[in-house]
């Protein structure tokens, strides 16, 4: 496997803060409030964020929304070809979602596969009424017809680069760094 080395550093803690905020508001302002509004975070780093949106949402609103966990790895469409056993978690949506707004939280939209497999998990969940989808960084480089309904920031990258998420709750810091593979 080739080595991984920092290339920049794009987003620092505030300009995480900023995008969730800006992000918080446009969730409010495209559903007209929370009535039936649900967040449903990506495992790993998605849950942190969608952790933070409900909570910025409760500050401008001043009401809870529901945060579920949703676990993707049976859904993968790359689960035969994995060299190791997949480490299965579990998903916890402890609320029904049939009829609600669903906005499924991840931190970096790529290719767009891993949302596919989130969409099959959600509608597995029951028949919501919609289902948006927030990102914190949109790459770009879709294999499928997919788009973010809400993005922090676009990074265009190539395909030789990572694009890191660094959250607090998982890492430690909060920042978005470019890897490049060397």
Known sequence: ????????RI???????RALTRIAHEIIERNK???N?????????GVPLARRLAGKIKQIEGSQVPVGILDITLYRDDLSSLNHQPVVRQTEVNFSIEGKKVVLVDDVLY?????????DAVIDLGR?????????????????????????KNV???????????????????????????
């Not at 290719?111 to 969409?119: D, P, Q, V, W």
């Not at 265009?156 to 920042?175: H, I, K, N, Q, Y």
Request: hydrophobic share 40%.
């Open 128 to 152: 919501p009424r919609s289902i948006q989808l927030a990102a914190l960084i949109d790459r770009g480089h879709r294999e499928l017809p997919i788009r973010a309904d809400y993005v922090g």
């Open 33 to 35: 409030g929370t009535d």
């Open 11 to 17: 987003i620092d803690q505030d300009g995480i803060r």
């Open 1 to 8: 496997m080739p080595a991984l080395r920092e290339k920049a």
């Open 111 to 119: 290719t767009g596969r891993t949302i596919r497999a989130a969409l």
């Open 156 to 182: 265009p990258t190539a395909r030789r680069e990572l694009v890191e998420v660094r959250l607090s709750e998982t890492d430690g810091m909060d920042e978005v760094v470019i890897m490049e593979k060397t």
């Open 37 to 45: 509004l649900v967040l449903i975070g990506i495992r790993r780093r």
